[in-house]
């Protein structure tokens, strides 16, 4: 009798370590999945951030602003053409005033 219960004793010890092995598997393969989702969460929260506020390189952004000085120029050079115009009409109108 006292074999079969060193036996016994065994399978049990053995059944043990197997369900342990099996559990110790199961949160590895948890812990992993764990970890991927909190790498998907931040690659999306990055691609949103991203999205909404894009990155503009630094020779870009001297791209934007010295455009955008040309465009003021521009603007500037458009409304005192408008005033040259106007001047010019007036100028005009007083000549063909003086003359009758």
Same mark, same amino acid.
């Given at each position: 009798?006292?074999?079969?219960?060193?036996?016994?004793?065994?399978? *049990?010890?053995?059944? %043990?370590? *197997?369900?342990?092995? $099996?559990?110790?598997?199961?949160?590895?393969?948890?812990?992993?999945?764990?970890?991927?989702? /909190? $790498?998907?969460? /931040?690659?999306?929260?990055? %691609?949103?951030?991203?999205?909404?506020?894009?990155?503009?390189?630094?020779?870009?952004?001297?791209?934007? %602003?010295?455009?955008?000085?040309?465009?003021?120029?521009?603007?500037?050079?458009?409304?005192?053409?408008?005033? *040259?115009?106007?001047?010019?009409?007036?100028?005009?109108?007083? %000549? $063909?005033?003086?003359?009758?």
């Amino acid at each position: 009798m006292a074999p079969n219960v060193n036996l016994q004793r065994r399978k *049990r010890l053995r059944d %043990t370590k *197997r369900d342990i092995e $099996k559990l110790r598997k199961e949160l590895v393969k948890q812990e992993k999945q764990q970890k991927k989702q /909190q $790498k998907k969460e /931040q690659l999306n929260l990055v %691609t949103f951030y991203f999205a909404n506020f894009p990155y503009i390189s630094i020779s870009e952004k001297q791209k934007r %602003t010295e455009s955008n000085f040309e465009k003021q120029k521009r603007i500037e050079s458009n409304s005192e053409k408008q005033k *040259r115009i106007a001047s010019n009409k007036e100028k005009l109108r007083e %000549t $063909k005033e003086s003359r009758e």
